[in-house]
């Protein structure tokens, strides 16, 4: 494989082989579903996944949180199978199945050994298209949504995190939490989760990706009589549904800083400005950026803030990215005693980035260690089950680990202080819980605003 493969949604079927002599097929089928596989030599087990293009960001006001209520929902039975079922299915042969709720996708997933894979193919099927949705079920579950959301409330990191998204992304859709907030999940209606579950789950929205053992042709096979006989007409021609518009999106910083006082041990930090998008030519220049700044032990965030002064067990930084927009930001957990501090020298590290640059024997480490890091990955169905997927619905393009580490290896000392002076440039946001204030912080950015 020579470069990154185009995905274009017009084309049938596609054939290649990927490094390690993986083959990679995709069928796109008349009534518009993706099916795509990697048959991964000497593997014994598969991984695969459903995925629908549609996530928090979604929703509408008055459905807030509803797509991670319904995936809550399609394990709770079918017209064939009980929730009981569904579970016996994949506990009887040792398999595993879940789901997640993103910003931009719904997936749900299983991983089997090879053998059981029609079994895999043939409950997930029936899943996605023939869920009830009963009402006392509903009922139940908004129960368990909402001591999911309480659970998360309880946890000081996760409340750092859905706060700093709010400030860095203010009223951009993906700055929403994922799970909504109890106020919506209580005024969520039967209704209008299966006006969602029935407006977003059809044959053009569907991408199926399985990875390991897998041949192609039965897969495609077996997709196709679990979704006839599930009563989707794939007669019908569709088009896919069209990817999301890369184009970046401008954000509107939404606060400065937002403080939530808890009675805690330490005080969670996290500063940051808003990214780039996923599909962005600098992700590579990224990923040494973060790499070096907070991706690892050798990191300077690591270093500075915890080896050289003990200030902080936990301490890096992160770079999610979506179709239209992204987040770079940096974490520490520290005694609040010590939160102005640990935060000039978060501030201090992000700003040297573009400032001086990074060294020759940084970027040799941070390109060893995402080279490194992105082989052992591959090792697990599970990561290129889902790199199938993210190539699909949202880059769409594949590229394989030999041309993922040539691009890392184009990536230059020059691009990684280009990129930092821009992130450094753009309006800057602190999430803090924990015992502090507004007044920690006073001096590091302007406008500070508490809650």
Not at 48 to 57: E, M, P
Not at 210 to 236: P, T, Y
Not at 245 to 250: P, S
């Amino acid at each position: 494989m020579n470069g990154a493969v185009p995905l274009p949604l017009d084309l049938a079927e596609l054939t290649f082989t990927a490094s390690g002599d993986s083959r990679v097929r995709r069928s796109v089928l008349p009534s518009g579903v993706r099916i795509l596989s990697e048959q991964v030599p000497g593997a014994r087990s598969a991984t695969i996944g459903y995925w629908v293009a549609v996530g928090s960001r979604d929703e509408l006001p008055a459905t807030y949180g509803s797509t991670h209520f319904l995936e809550h929902l399609l394990f709770k039975g079918t017209t064939h199978r009980s929730a009981l079922d569904i579970a016996v299915s994949f506990d009887e042969v040792g398999g595993e199945h879940n789901a997640m709720t993103a910003k931009e996708y719904t997936c749900y997933y299983a991983k089997v050994q090879d053998r059981d894979l029609p079994m895999a193919v043939d409950v997930l099927s029936d899943m996605l298209t023939s869920s009830i949705i009963d009402a006392t079920e509903f009922e139940n579950e908004r129960g368990v949504i909402l001591e999911e959301l309480a659970m998360a409330d309880d946890d000081p990191g996760d409340v750092t995190s859905e706060r700093f998204f709010e400030a860095v992304l203010g009223d951009h859709p993906l700055g929403r939490p994922i799970g909504g907030s109890p106020e919506t999940i209580q005024a969520a209606t039967h209704d209008s989760v299966w006006n969602h579950y029935r407006a977003n789950y059809r044959a053009r929205d569907l991408v199926i990706t399985v990875a390991g053992a897998v041949d192609h042709d039965e897969l495609v096979a077996g997709v196709e009589q679990a979704l006839a006989a599930a009563g989707w007409d794939l007669a019908v021609e569709a088009a896919p549904v069209e990817r999301r518009d890369a184009t970046h999106d401008v954000i509107e910083r939404g606060s400065p800083l937002v403080v939530v006082q808890r009675p805690i041990e330490q005080a969670n930090i996290l500063l940051g400005v808003s990214g780039i998008p996923a599909a962005d030519d600098r992700r590579s220049t990224m990923a040494v950026l973060n790499s070096v700044l907070g991706g690892g032990m050798s990191s300077r965030l690591f270093q500075e803030i915890r080896e050289k002064r003990g200030l902080a067990y936990s301490v890096y930084s992160f770079s999610p990215s979506y179709s239209d927009a992204g987040l770079f930001g940096l974490y520490a957990g520290c005694s609040p005693a010590k939160a102005a501090q640990v935060t000039e020298l978060l501030l201090a590290e992000f700003l040297r980035m573009g400032e001086g640059g990074v060294t020759d024997d940084e970027m040799r480490r941070a390109v060893g260690q995402l080279s490194g890091a992105s082989a052992l990955a591959l090792e697990d169905s599970d990561t290129r089950m889902s790199r199938l997927g993210r190539s699909e619905i949202t880059l769409g393009e594949f590229s394989d680990l030999d041309e993922s580490l040539r691009r890392l290896a184009l990536v230059t000392p020059e691009d990684v202080r280009e990129l930092a002076v821009e992130l450094a440039s753009r309006p800057l946001s602190i999430a803090a819980v924990g015992t502090v204030d507004a007044a920690t912080f006073d001096g590091l950015i302007d406008e500070p605003v508490s809650a």
